[in-house]
């Protein structure tokens, strides 16, 4: 069992910056690979970004050039940081880690608000 914890949403203006954190239990952190999406007020929940145990790296096309992921695995920490933030970023933003045996583990949600 890996427990995953987001942490890090608020409310900011358009054009404001956060970052995201997501802590995930286990001594194997550095072979996960790991993954932001969010899901906003009636819409599917969709991958924002990706990073694998390697730390390569990709991107859904409309956050490409404003958010970065990225990972630290001494502290079993991955992050999001997210710039130039748009209303349309508004959102529920889930961190999810998949085992190297495949198994996946989502966290509770962090709100994420932009206002315009």
């Known amino acids: 069992q890996v427990h995953v914890v987001e942490s890090g949403g608020g409310l900011v203006q358009a054009g404001e910056s956060l970052r995201l954190s997501c802590a995930a239990s286990?001594?194997?952190?550095?072979?996960?690979?790991m993954g932001w999406y969010r899901q906003g007020p009636d819409k599917e929940r969709a991958l924002v970004a990706h990073?694998?145990?390697?730390?390569?790296?990709n991107y859904a096309d409309s956050v490409k050039g404003r958010f970065t992921i990225s990972r630290d695995n001494a502290k079993n920490t991955m992050y999001l940081q997210m710039n130039s933030l748009s209303p349309e970023d508004t959102a529920v933003y889930y961190c999810?880690?998949?085992?190297?045996?495949?198994?996946?583990?989502w966290g509770q949600g962090t709100q994420v608000t932009v206002s315009s």
């Open positions: 286990g001594s194997r952190f550095s072979l996960y690979a």
């Open positions: 990073i694998t145990s390697r730390d390569g790296a």
């Open positions: 999810k880690v998949t085992t190297p045996l495949g198994l996946n583990y």
